[in-house]
């Protein structure tokens, strides 16, 4: 390790600081806590000052936040878990105005419910959908409900300029003059407090292996877990926050790294039950491969539309097919009987919540089509139990009723994956009054492409070909008067102007 320029002096006036900032007013303080060694830091720091205060001057209330992206790798969760729990029990017995909440997505916005449900692809550098439905959003939803309570608030991040150079920038653009604290870059009412802010990695280490835990962790047990994983994943506040992909105190599922290092050093290392769950994200990220994207991916956007990339006629793929949606979920419900089978005693690990399985039932019914139920299916073949499902109105449509409209519709050259989706609309408008916004579903649907991928490359092909002809036309037509091309480009059908 290198030499670190932390001594107890600078500690000392780095807690009368923290002090300083605390009595300074009355707003309550939310401190975003992942269990990585930088927030474990901040906290310990925010605690050890605090504690020199009298009691009567701890008045203000600490959040400590942990945001749990239900997909967090199992290992960490049962840490958070247990560091949770002890810092509560200890503030209350150190008489420390300390709460602990985890935070975690709406079940419309989690990790399956859009991957499995909605079919978006795996997260990618590109597409990174992930991070502000499963970290910012639950943050924010927070703090949020704290600035309708309070007014105010002050948010303590375990932020170092060292860590991200975007992340400095934008809280010293945002700094407060003579003030420690810099205003949210997003959430009106909110500050920001980064107590170590100026340390370097190894500031933070010599300051967790120097000092002892005041809520009963060992912080040599941090270093343990960091000896094989290669960054942090940071409670994520604004999208200046790094990736955290690679990090133990990421997801398990994290498809924006190639490899998941982390996890497979934690296989390497004896954790042997968690060989499923990276086995489960190769599949994702086998997703992402550009040559077996077609194999995976509706050839048209969720709008219903198809784009080409450039001036190729390589679709821009959609979102995962229902067929492999199922697969998927079939896998995931197989791979928890696996881990739940192998993990060690204590550890009930859960990948899917019952919330979730609902959640995507509904939108498999209501949008994709998915007249044969399938989740329930899949849930009693993998698990061989019933969720309470809801029992659906009188006009629920069955996977006869799928078999014989397909039939029906194959007979007319009519797409029936249309129909379907028509008589969709027609099924959640039943009863009601008003029918401007069915009308309006009817024909967005309308609008969109329902031909095969053949057809629409033939089309493609199709309008090229005229083209160059209409070229070799515009060129024959200049030789024989003999006159130059002109220099502005003719404009060809389908150009735009
Ligand atoms: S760890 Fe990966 S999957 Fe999870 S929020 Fe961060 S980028 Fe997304």
Known sequence: ?????????????KCREIREVYLSDTRPWVVGYSGGKDSTCALQLVWTALSALPVAQRTK????ISSDTLVETPVIVRYIDVTLARIEKAAHEQRLPFKTQKVVPNVDRSFWVNLIGKGYPAPSRRFRWCTERLKIEP???????????????????GVRS?????????MSFHRIKNSPLSRHSSLLNAFVYGPIETFSTDDVWTYLLQNPCPWGNDNRDLVAMYRNAQGECPVVVDKTTPSCGNSRFGCWVCTVVERDRSME????????????LLEFRDLLSETQEPEKKKLYREYRRRSGQVSFKNETDLPVHGPYTMDFCKFL????????VLVQREAPPGDETLLIHDAELHEIRKIWRSERGDWADSVPQIVKKVLGRDLDWVIE?????????????????????????????LLDVERAAHGLKRRHAVHTKIEELFRQEWRGIDAILAERAAKRTAHAVLDEDVEDAYELEGADEPELPLLRAGDSK
């Open 139 to 157: 943050a924010d939803d927070f703090i949020k409900g704290r600035v309708a309570e309070f007014g105010e608030v002050v948010m303590v991040l």
């Open 265 to 276: 050093n934690m296989i390497d290392s004896g954790e042997d039950w968690l060989a499923p």
């Open 61 to 64: 209330p600490i959040y400590v």
């Open 329 to 336: 979920l079939e896998r995931l419900l197989e791979t928890q």
């Open 393 to 421: 109105d009188a006009v629920a449509l069955t996977a006869e009723d799928a078999n014989l409209l397909g039939e029906i519709c194959a007979a007319r050259g009519v797409p029936a994956q249309l129909v379907v989706q």
């Open 1 to 13: 390790m290198a030499v670190s320029s932390i001594d107890s002096a600078a500690i000392e006036e």
């Open 162 to 170: 060292s860590e991200s150079a975007t992340r400095a920038q934008v």
